[in-house]
């Protein structure tokens, strides 16, 4: 399934949660993924862990630690991918930074995660102005180029990111690093407004997204879909030493969080 496929089957808009693979180790990463599946994800949203990530908060770096502490590797990441792949066909994203990218080289890092069965790509510290490699290789391989727009990108700017994107815009719903927060602010409601009316791709919401309440409100907005990341990963944190408690706990959120989608 791609995210055309996705957009079209939903009766509200989607949920996708995002967890770093390998956190807290490989064999519990899958189990955690099986689990927001099978809770009703409509896609999911995988980070690549990373020892400097400069656009996440306490949470997700703390999750990038353990997954590294675990022995992550971006191939061990992509042999993930490969095992999730054997229980669903859902929408899998990345969210990786540019220097993994780079590193394994970008032709080799895109054919792999085409092979591992990838939908799409956002390398959260790569500007579309600099990015013509990556979207050679999405079209080569069949794969999505996901870029960020934030509260800060204006009309001229997002308009040059529609033209280099596909899947879907990540709307950054706050100035700032990844985290759970306490409101839906109204500059959120008024970016998901002014992509709408300047761009046919979905819109997509992340960044600060954490209850039920919000989720509702970014729909009522407009957007075609919620990502969820650091109030899953602190479920992770948080349960570290029970981990039937852990999966339990990130089955009733995900299943919480997706029902707001349809409300």
């Known amino acids: 399934m791609n995210y055309d496929e996705m957009f079209r ?10 967890t770093v693979a390998g956190d807290p180790d490989p064999e519990t990463s ?7 599946v099978d809770a009703g994800a409509d896609a999911l949203e995988i980070g690549f862990p990373f020892s400097d990530p400069i656009a996440d908060g306490t949470s997700v770096q703390e999750a990038d630690i353990r997954a590294l502490k675990a022995g992550m590797t971006t191939e061990k ?9 054997e229980f669903t066909s859902v929408p899998v994203g990345l969210l990786v930074y540019y220097n993994l990218i780079y590193h394994m080289g970008v032709d080799e890092f895109y054919r792999r995660a085409a092979e591992a ?4 790509i956002l390398a959260a510290d790569l500007p579309p102005e600099e990015a013509s490699d990556a979207i ?3 079209e080569k391989y069949g794969l999505d180029q996901i870029f960020i727009v934030a509260p800060t990108t204006d009309n001229e700017r997002l308009r040059r990111i529609s033209e280099n994107s596909s899947g879907f815009h990540y709307l950054v719903s706050v100035m700032g690093v990844t985290g759970a927060r306490s409101r839906v602010e109204e500059s959120t409601i008024n970016l998901i407004e002014r992509v709408r009316r300047e761009s046919r791709l979905p819109v997509m919401v992340g960044f600060g997204v954490s209850r039920p309440e ?10 075609d879909g ?4 650091s109030a899953i990963i602190d479920i992770i944190s948080e349960n570290l030493d029970d981990r039937d408690r852990m999966l339990q706990r990130i089955h009733e959120m995900v299943k919480l969080m997706k029902k707001a989608t349809e409300d």
């Open 9 to 18: 089957s939903l009766k509200g808009c989607a949920f996708v949660p995002f």
């Open 30 to 36: 899958i189990e955690i993924i099986r689990t927001m």
């Open 77 to 85: 990441c992509f042999r993930i991918i490969e095992k999730v792949r």
């Open 117 to 120: 069965g990838v939908t799409g």
């Open 136 to 138: 050679r290789a999405a």
């Open 214 to 223: 919000h989720v509702k409100k970014i729909k009522e907005a407009g957007a």
């Open 226 to 229: 919620v990502i969820v990341g």
